[in-house]
């Protein structure tokens, strides 16, 4: 963690939508149907947004604060995915 609560909340936002991105490739990937490729493009098109926005809100975080952003290219926290 990044040792300030407002980061570490930015970041599992950041992590789910990575995750979340994963997932929505994979329904994209094995779509059998017209149906269920246009469903999977939808979710991935939105999910794309929402990872843009995790990452733009983070970055202005930081640079409003003055924390130091933590590496989103190699994080060393997963989600819990209880």
């Not at 992590?15 to 490729?37: D, G, I, P, V």
């Not at 999977?40 to 975080?61: F, G, S």
């Amino acid at each position: 963690m990044t040792g300030c609560q407002s980061c570490d909340e930015f970041l599992m936002e950041y992590l789910l939508a990575r995750e979340e991105l994963k997932a929505a490739r994979q329904q994209l990937a094995y779509a059998t149907s017209l149906e269920e490729w246009e469903a999977a493009r939808t979710r991935l098109a939105r999910v794309e947004a929402y990872k843009q926005d995790a990452t733009q809100e983070l970055a202005l975080h930081c640079a409003q604060t003055g924390c130091e952003p933590p590496d989103v290219g190699a994080p060393t926290v997963e989600p819990m995915t209880h």
